[in-house]
């Protein structure tokens, strides 16, 4: 997941997506972009990663 303030979303997932891959040596990477301050966030700032993953599982379903 990767929020953005981009107009091309698709650019920025392209290019995160490349730049995991190439790090960390990894294929098939699936990002996600969503628009700033659209993931949940704990009261400290943290993403409430347990509910973005509920979430892209509830999403998949449909």
């Given at each position: ?36 301050n659209q ?14 993953r509920r ?8």
């Open positions: 997941m990767v929020e953005t303030v981009h107009p091309d979303r698709a650019a920025v997932a392209e290019a995160v997506r490349q730049a995991v891959g190439e790090r960390l040596g990894l294929s098939g990477v699936v990002v996600h972009t969503v628009t700033r993931l949940p966030r704990t009261t400290s700032g943290k993403w409430r990663r347990a509910e973005i979430r892209l599982s509830e999403e998949a379903r449909r």
